[in-house]
């Protein structure tokens, strides 16, 4: 089983929002936005859309912020994953994720997290484009942090 | 036929009456099987609906915007909406007709809770509906009516999600060749309901919302997608990928862009720019898309459209056509072509007191504005459509008849009057037993016929192409006769072509599919060129994602005799409404009498409709619609 996170370069993204969809299906088996565990905000008149996207943080956020411990890294493809058996829907998690990655499932009063699809992420499948790619650990370039500098657009203001 | 209702759809279709105020609902689940989402299920609320002597702009005229059950799923290149009712631009009768759009707005609408809306009445003063997670209100539209589309859109985007459909001063100004468009360049452009809309005092329609859409079978609908969405080559179903033009990515920041939520390939047509210096607006740098027939606003050299705007300007002029809700495809196959033609032969040298220079974007900005104004005799009567236009001045009879095959539409893939798609004798012979049974131009759910065998062939595709001993036999397989696609085979064979994409357009507009996509014929990733994914053959596809996610088992017979019956609904509106005949659908001939543009290689000369053998087919497609000689379903 492969271990990595997700990278994203939004330049060549067309807004199809097939990753959205797929993640969502995957997760749910239902088509609901809230359903995914990744979202896209679209810039219609701008044309560069804001992917929302796990990074699988080294040092993550949403696991120091959950006092119940049911935020534990999978050895198997180093995602952390929620184990709902232990979460309390407390929320804490979502709020403490600096980059917006952890959603929030209203009906089920539950967070929802990436878990790189047991290694074999959807989103990055379905993407036509190379905006998400799921970027191994064994990669050279592989980095917990920012975007890989080949992937950097100045257009962006990402240096 | 088995319907069991299980996925796909929202649920509920929303009434709105603007005269009333009232809100109401109906159960998708009344329509279904046979009236399956979209067109479909428009046809059969159209047929409860419209009364003889209703008009476009009769309160009355239900504007139907509808969704179909594959809309906002994981299905590849889905997001569309199908418009439908009593149309502005129809001629010389307001016929009931469709449109359809892309974008994002569709699908919204499902996580929002409906699968459409039908919309009739009219507000005593100006209104936008805001629709977010199964609740809608009408809200005051006072500070907004005036506005372009795209301030319109900006307004009423409160946040992430929320997706704006729109009219511009074109459909306020009942204008008949007036959008309803979503984003910057995703419209129900042709029909002339953004007229229909302003009619009905309705300026915009924001929608938002989370909730889901349920899979009947999820584990076989990701595996149906996942295959379709990989086997898809580049966009109008063509065997190789576009590319980016280098120039342009370094000097407008060009890229491709989805005209539709779900689209999964690089396109031809659709391209967004994110900084093109204005030359108008001096000073302003403009972003947007540009998509199809808009690639031709800065001209093209060494064509019938070559004007000389240039890039910027173009892409400039485009947009403006957009933010006011102006047609493209009637202002660049149509109505630029006939003013052009005007000015040449003398009849008119100017317009509202600019003089016509097509190369010129002071004049174009000044046609455009003036026509969603209605400013100025001319402009006010290019608000009506060229066609009714041309007959209110008096002016240009001829040329019109060179432009506009039939029902106030300019051509397209028909091999005369639109100069831009490359089709000669005798696939355009289908595209006029296609525009004949119409009530418009009939080419935007059914590129699958003439431009997919165009493209295949070795004439347009020289690397990838295949030869036509090959598109034969691999149409085969589709039509059951190679006489659709042999290039020797004159008449014989048109219209059973004609009936079965006819059929697959009903299913486009009701699933809802991109049409540039499907039906998946031809393949260059396939041994024998026929296009198939795991064990589903190319033309099934869009059953196999409607059986899966629905929990359907319709087979290919059940979906095109589904279709089938929406065609012959239609039919009995127009013939209960306006009286339509087999002489209105004859009115076609002598359009497609006049000389081809291109030639066929294996004939050497160009051709003209023969009137006795088209009449023939005509008769043989009645037939094979199950109508009777005189184009009246029994």
């Known amino acids: ?159 | 036929m088995i319907m069991k209702v299980f996925g796909g759809y929202a649920g509920r279709i929303l009434l709105v009456d603007l005269t009333r105020r009232a809100i109401e609902t109906r159960e998708t689940a009344e329509f279904l099987p046979g009236w399956y989402g979209g067109r479909a299920l428009a046809a059969k609320m159209a047929w409860d609906l419209i009364r003889p002597g209703t008009g476009a702009f009769s309160p009355e005229n239900p504007l139907m915007i509808l969704t179909g059950p594959l809309t906002g799923t994981s299905a590849p290149f889905s997001g569309r909406t199908t418009v439908c009712g009593l149309s502005a631009q129809g001629y010389p009768r307001e016929w009931y007709t469709r449109s359809s759009f892309g974008g994002h707005w569709g699908p919204a609408l499902k996580h929002a809770g409906f699968d459409g809306m039908v919309i009739t009445g009219r507000a005593d003063r100006p209104v936008f509906l805001r629709i977010e997670q199964g609740l809608c209100t009408i809200e005051d539209a006072g500070s907004i009516w005036g506005l372009g589309i795209y301030e319109t859109q900006k307004r009423l985007m409160n946040g992430p999600g929320w997706r704006v459909l729109a009219i511009g001063p074109a459909g306020e100004n009942l204008c008949r060749i007036a959008i309803i468009a979503t984003e910057t360049e995703s419209a129900s452009g042709q029909g002339g309901f953004g007229a229909v809309m302003g009619s009905k005092n309705l300026k915009a329609i924001a929608v938002r919302g989370t909730l889901p859409i349920p899979v009947a079978e999820p584990e076989r609908f990701r595996s149906v997608c996942d295959l379709v969405r990989a086997e898809a080559h580049g966009s109008h179903g063509w065997p190789h990928e576009p590319k980016l033009d280098p120039h342009r990515v370094r000097m407008f920041g060009q890229k491709f862009q989805a005209c539709t939520q779900g689209c999964a390939v690089r396109c031809y047509d659709a391209r967004f720019y994110t900084s093109v210096p204005a030359v108008l607006d001096k000073g302003k740098t403009l972003s947007g898309q540009m998509d199809c027939v808009a690639g031709l606003f800065p001209g093209m050299e060494n064509s019938f459209y070559d004007w000389k705007l240039g890039f910027e300007a173009g892409f400039e002029v485009g947009q403006i056509a957009n933010d006011e809700g102006l047609n493209h495809w009637e202002i660049l196959i149509g109505m630029v072509p006939w003013l052009r033609s005007m000015k040449d032969d003398g009849s008119l040298k100017e317009v509202d007191g600019v003089p016509i220079d097509v190369d010129d974007p002071v004049f174009w900005q000044h046609l455009l504005m003036g026509i969603s104004r209605r400013e100025g005799r001319v402009r006010n009567a290019l608000a009506e459509g060229t066609v009714r236009a041309s007959h209110e001045l008096g002016i240009g009879g001829e040329s019109l008849d060179r432009l506009f095959p039939a029902w106030g539409y300019a051509g397209h893939w028909d091999g005369h009057g639109d100069r831009i798609n490359y089709v000669f004798f005798p696939y355009w012979i289908t595209s006029a037993l296609q525009w004949a049974i119409d009530t418009r131009d009939p080419i935007s759910s059914a590129h699958g016929y003439a431009q997919n065998i165009m493209g295949w062939s070795r004439i347009c595709s020289p690397v990838h192409g295949l030869s036509w001993e090959r598109i034969m036999e691999v149409s085969a397989r589709v039509y059951g006769t190679t006489d659709p696609t042999d290039p020797r085979s004159g008449y014989e064979g048109k219209a059973v072509a004609a009936a079965w994409h006819g059929n697959r357009s009903v299913m486009k507009d009701s699933l809802t599919v991109g049409d540039q996509v499907f039906p998946r014929i031809y393949s260059n990733r396939t041994e024998d060129n026929f296009a198939r994914a795991g064990d589903m053959e190319g033309p099934s596809f869009e059953r196999h994602m409607f059986n899966a996610l629905t929990g359907n088992d319709w087979t290919d017979g059940d979906m095109d005799a589904a279709s089938a019956r929406v065609l012959s609904l239609e039919r009995k509106l127009l013939i209960r409404s306006f009286g339509r005949s087999r002489a209105d659908d004859e009115s076609v001939i002598p359009y497609f009498q006049t000389i081809e543009n291109q030639v066929n290689p294996f004939i050497g000369e160009p051709m003209g409709l023969d009137p006795a053998a088209f009449r023939a087919q005509l008769s043989e497609l009645y037939a094979l619609r199950g109508w009777d000689n005189w184009g009246t379903p029994y």
């Open chain 1, 1 to 159: 089983m492969k271990t990595g996170r997700l990278s994203v370069n939004p330049v060549p993204c067309t807004g199809c929002l097939n990753c959205q969809a797929v993640c969502a299906q995957g997760r749910a088996g239902s088509h609901s936005p809230e359903a995914s565990a990744m979202s896209v905000e679209l810039d219609p008149f701008g044309g560069i859309h804001r992917h929302v996207v796990c990074r699988q943080c080294e040092k993550p956020g949403c696991a120091a912020a959950c006092a119940f411990g049911a935020i534990a890294r999978d050895p198997e493809t180093g995602a952390w994953v929620i184990d709902l058996g232990l979460c309390t829907g407390c929320g804490r998690c979502v709020t403490a994720c600096p980059f917006g990655a952890m959603f929030w499932r209203d009906d089920l009063n539950q967070p929802v997290k990436c878990d790189l699809c047991r290694g074999a992420p959807r989103c990055a499948s379905a993407c036509a484009f190379g905006v998400i790619r799921f970027l191994e650990r064994a990669d050279p370039s592989f980095s917990f942090r920012g975007i890989p500098p080949e992937e950097q657009d100045p257009r962006l203001g990402r240096a």
